[in-house]
Structures are given as structure tokens and as C-alpha cells.
């Protein structure tokens, strides 16, 4: 392989499971999921692009699925109110509205379409933008959106990759469960995020591409027994 000085160059294997015209896509993730997503839309594959609005980070995007997979349904009680639009802390802005039962019915109609979605795809498609979280100091959780509530009702922390890993190792378990012929891509969001300075950018992608390693690991254990080959996840 010619060496070029400018860039790395990566020699990649063609994988054992292609996605097809045929394959049911489900993205979710940061904006990076939402606009390759929006392509295999456009391009007329039977897709699903972030059922819950752009979600950031590990534990929002776990939770994420975890609603979708229980078929969790939320109540008037879970949103909470601020200059007059009634939010979901797990969910968009997208789903924010002047109305309560309006907002209500437009989450548990988006979880409704996407458990049903996930049930037959092939293929999930997991992009994490950032190892950084914001924990609502009163609800003591971790949450998806903070919309624009103030700065102290939060702590900000960054995710250490042992807390990532043994989210998504279970998760990963739930989710072959409930779809077994599933399988997972995980990617990180190319996007920088610069107003926590190069470093702090560079050392919170490497932890979200911690959930790569639970995913190795998964595949280890989720050996065929009829080729006697692992499978990818």
C-alpha cells in the first residue's frame, strides 16, 4: 500500500451482511444518524430516523431504546412545564408543546411507531456525539434535553467508559431478545465540539466509542451454532 503522509489510510473488509433495498434501517443518535438517515429516506429504503428527536450521548440514547423495546407509554406527570410549552427531559424539543395532552400524544405515538418498526428491522444504526452528560440535580437522572432550563438545575459530567459499557452490554442483550435477527452498527458523530476545546472533544469520543467494546464483547458471546462463526452484532 502506497504510504501518504496527509492521511491514514484504512483497508476495509467487505462485511457479511449487506443492507439491501429491502433492509428495514433504524437510526438513532446525534444529527450525524439523522442526516445519513434522512438519505436512505430520501433514497426510498424502509428506514426510521430518530423516533425521539437528535439525542447526544450513551445513556440518553440507551434509554432511548429501552422505552421503545418495553413499549413505554408517559404519562401527563412525566413533562414538565416552562414558558408555557410543556417538555419531556428524554425527548426533543420537537415534542415540546403549549398543550399537555398534545405533547403527551405525540411521544407515546412516536414510541408506539418505532417499537413496532424495531420488531422487523435488520439493522440499527447507533452514531454517539458525546461521553458528556447533564444530570437534573432534583430528578437526580440523566436527561436527553435540557430546554434551556437553567444551568443549575444540572450537573455536567463526563461519562466514564465502565459506566457505558455495562449500560449497553444489557441493553445489547434486550435488544437481540426482542428482535434476534438484529444487527448493530455503532458509529461516533465526526462532528467536533469545540466549546470544550480540543482535548476535552477528543477525550469525550473516545469514551462514547466505548460502546464499541461492549459490542465486541456481546459478539464474542453470540457464537452461531449452526456455522459455528461468531456473528456481528
Known amino acids: ?68 423495546v418495553e413499549h413505554r407509554m408517559v404519562s401527563e406527570d412525566d413533562l414538565v412545564e416552562k414558558d408555557g410549552l410543556w417538555h419531556s427531559f428524554m425527548h426533543h424539543g420537537r415534542f415540546s408543546h403549549p398543550d399537555l395532552p398534545t405533547a403527551v400524544k405525540a411521544i407515546n405515538e412516536a414510541t408506539e411507531t418505532a417499537h413496532h418498526f424495531l420488531q422487523s428491522a435488520e ?6 456525539g458525546t461521553a458528556y452528560v447533564y444530570e437534573h440535580k432534583m430528578e437526580q437522572r440523566v436527561v436527553a434535553n435540557c430546554h434551556k432550563f437553567p444551568d443549575m438545575d444540572f450537573n455536567r459530567y463526563l461519562l466514564e467508559p465502565e459506566e457505558i459499557i455495562e ?36 477525550v469525550s469520543r473516545v469514551r462514547a466509542s466505548s460502546t464499541d467494546w461492549a459490542a465486541i464483547s456481546m459478539a464474542t458471546c453470540c457464537l452461531s451454532v449452526e456455522s459455528g462463526q461468531g456473528k456481528g452484532l
Open 1 to 68: 500500500m502506497q504510504k501518504d503522509p496527509f492521511r491514514t489510510i484504512v483497508q476495509i473488509e467487505k462485511p457479511l451482511d449487506l443492507v439491501t433495498v429491502d433492509s428495514g434501517v433504524f437510526f438513532i443518535g446525534s444529527c450525524f444518524a439523522g442526516n445519513i438517515g434522512q438519505k436512505m429516506v430520501d433514497a426510498r429504503f424502509p428506514s426510521m430516523v430518530n423516533p425521539y428527536g437528535v439525542l447526544f450521548n450513551p445513556f440518553s440514547v440507551a434509554a432511548a431504546l429501552e422505552s421503545i
Open 167 to 202: 449500560v449497553w452490554k444489557e441493553l445489547i442483550v434486550r435488544l437481540r431478545v426482542f428482535n434476534p435477527s438484529v444487527k448493530i452498527i455503532f458509529t461516533v458523530s465526526p462532528v467536533r465540539h469545540w466549546k470544550d476545546g480540543a482535548h476535552g472533544n477528543q
Open 123 to 128: 439493522f440499527i444504526i447507533v452514531t454517539l
